[in-house]
C-alpha cells in the first residue's frame, strides 16, 4: 500500500492514469474564461489608463523636441545663410574699396611720378643745354689754342728742316687745310 499511496500522489489520479490538465478541465472552463476575461479586461484598463498614456506622453514629447530642434536648426540655418551674405556682401564691398584706393593711389603716384619726372626732364635739358654750350666753347678754344700750337709747331719744323722761317700765312692756311679736312 505504501507504493500505491506514492504513485497516486504524483499522478494525481487512481491506477496511474493522469488526469487532464486543469485549464482544460471542461467543469472549470467557464470559470477559467470569466477569469481570464476579467482579467484581460483589468489588464487593458491599467495599460489603457497609466501605462499608453506614459508612452504616448514620451512619443508626443519626443516628437514635439524634434520638431523644434528642427525648427531651430532651421532658423539658425536661415541666419547662418543672412551672415554669410551678409559676410560676403561685406568682404566684396572691402575688396571694392581695397581696389578703388589702390587705383586711386596708384593713379596719384603716378600723376607724381609724371610731373616729378617733367621737371627733372627739364633740369636735365637745361643743364644738358649748359654743358653742350660749355663744351661747344671749350672745344671752340681748344681748336683755336689746337690751330696756334700747329701753326707754331709747324713752323719751327719748317724751319728746322729747311734752315729758314716760313711765312706765317702760308703755315696758317696749311694748317687750317689740314685741320678742316
Not at 491506477?15 to 472549470?28: E, I, R, Y
Not at 626732364?121 to 637745361?126: D, G, S
Request: proline content about 3%; hydrophobic content about 45%; cysteine-free.
Amino acid at each position: 500500500m505504501a507504493e500505491g499511496h506514492g504513485t497516486t500522489a504524483h499522478t494525481g489520479a487512481e491506477g496511474g492514469h493522469k488526469a487532464p490538465f486543469p485549464p482544460f478541465q471542461q467543469d472549470t472552463f467557464a470559470s477559467q474564461l470569466v477569469s481570464l476575461l476579467i482579467a484581460f479586461v483589468a489588464l487593458y484598463l491599467i495599460v489603457s489608463k497609466v501605462a499608453l498614456p506614459k508612452v504616448g506622453g514620451v512619443l508626443d514629447a519626443r516628437q514635439k523636441k524634434i520638431e523644434d530642434d528642427f525648427a531651430a536648426a532651421l532658423r539658425l540655418k536661415g541666419e547662418s545663410d543672412d551672415a554669410l551674405k551678409a559676410y560676403e556682401d561685406a568682404l566684396a564691398q572691402a575688396r571694392a574699396r581695397a581696389q578703388a584706393i589702390g587705383t586711386e593711389t596708384r593713379e596719384r603716384l603716378n600723376a607724381a611720378a609724371e610731373a616729378e619726372r617733367k621737371t627733372l626732364e627739364q633740369r636735365l635739358a637745361v643743364k644738358l643745354a649748359d654743358a653742350e654750350k660749355t663744351i661747344a666753347a671749350t672745344r671752340e678754344q681748344a681748336m683755336s689754342n689746337v690751330r696756334g700750337i700747329a701753326t707754331d709747331a709747324a713752323s719751327a719744323i719748317v724751319q728746322q728742316l729747311v734752315g729758314i722761317a716760313p711765312d706765317a700765312k702760308a703755315v696758317g692756311h696749311a694748317v687750317d687745310a689740314t685741320l678742316k679736312g
